[in-house]
């Protein structure tokens, strides 16, 4: 998505194609949800670990975006280092 957004001029409709469309298919984060929903019993305890399960898989998920958005753009941009 760097790339398509700040290194190549292409048509508007491209980012929303792949980054929802193409790349939308890979995640999985409603199944996630759902299955970490799903797996909880109605007991304290074990409702209260997957929920620090699913926010640890999120927080995982957004840090792995962000770092690899970052690297791209230190690989690809010559001002980003700056």
């Known amino acids: ?3 398509i957004t700040e290194c190549f001029t292409v048509h508007p409709l491209v980012r929303p194609f792949l980054g929802t469309g193409v ?3 890979y ?3 409603s199944t996630a949800t759902l299955d ?3 797996s909880s ?3 304290a305890p074990a409702s ?3 929920t620090r399960y699913a926010a ?3 927080l995982t998920a ?3 975006i962000w770092a690899t958005a970052v690297l791209t753009r230190l690989a690809v941009l010559p001002d980003a280092g700056r």
Do not use: E, I, K, R
């Open 23 to 25: 790349l939308g298919g």
């Open 41 to 43: 019993p109605t007991a």
């Open 48 to 50: 209260a670990c997957c």
């Open 56 to 58: 640890a898989t999120l």
């Open 36 to 38: 970490t929903s799903a």
């Open 62 to 64: 957004f840090t792995a």
């Open 27 to 29: 995640t999985t984060f």
């Open 1 to 3: 998505m760097v790339l």
